[in-house]
Nanobody, 121 residues
Framework: QVQLVESGGGLVQPGGSLELSCAAS????????MGWSRRTRRKECEWVAT????????NYTESVKGRFTISRDDDNGLVYLDMTNLKPEATGDYFC??????????????WGRGTHITVSS
C-alpha cells in the first residue's frame, strides 16, 4: 500500500526558509520519480519539483527555480523540499507525489495528504 506522509509545514516570514519532508513507503522508491506539488490561492494545483533518484535529474517549475531544492534519501524513502526566500504567494498546501510510467508531473499516480505553509509577517 502506497503511503506518502508530508511534514514540516508551518508559519514563516517572507524571505524566510522552510524544509518539507515526505516519508514514502509501499512501492519501489529507488526507481520512482518523486516530486512536490502545491495548492495556493493562485493555482489549484501546480507541480513544483521532481527528482528521478538520489543525485539524479531534477526539474522545477519556473517560479521556484533558484529558490527551491528537491532532494531525496533513497536508503530511507525520504523526499525533501528545501524552500528559501519564500514569498507570501507560496502560502498553501504542499503535497508529495510519485510518478509512474511516462506520466508528466501534472498527473501524479499518488500523493499524500499534504502539509500547510503560511508565509506571512
Amino acid at each position: 500500500q502506497v503511503q506518502l506522509v508530508e511534514s514540516g509545514g508551518g508559519l514563516v516570514q517572507p524571505g524566510g526558509s522552510l524544509e518539507l519532508s515526505c516519508a514514502a513507503s509501499g512501492f519501489a522508491f529507488r526507481t520512482t520519480v518523486m516530486g512536490w506539488s502545491r495548492r495556493t490561492r493562485r493555482k489549484e494545483c501546480e507541480w513544483v519539483a521532481t527528482m528521478t533518484r538520489a543525485g539524479g535529474a531534477t526539474n522545477y517549475t519556473e517560479s521556484v527555480k533558484g529558490r527551491f531544492t528537491i532532494s531525496r534519501d533513497d536508503d530511507n524513502g525520504l523526499v525533501y523540499l528545501d524552500m528559501t526566500n519564500l514569498k507570501p504567494e507560496a502560502t498553501g498546501d504542499y503535497f508529495c507525489f510519485l510518478l509512474t510510467g511516462d506520466r508528466p508531473p501534472e498527473y501524479p499516480a499518488a500523493w499524500g495528504r499534504g502539509t500547510h505553509i503560511t508565509v506571512s509577517s
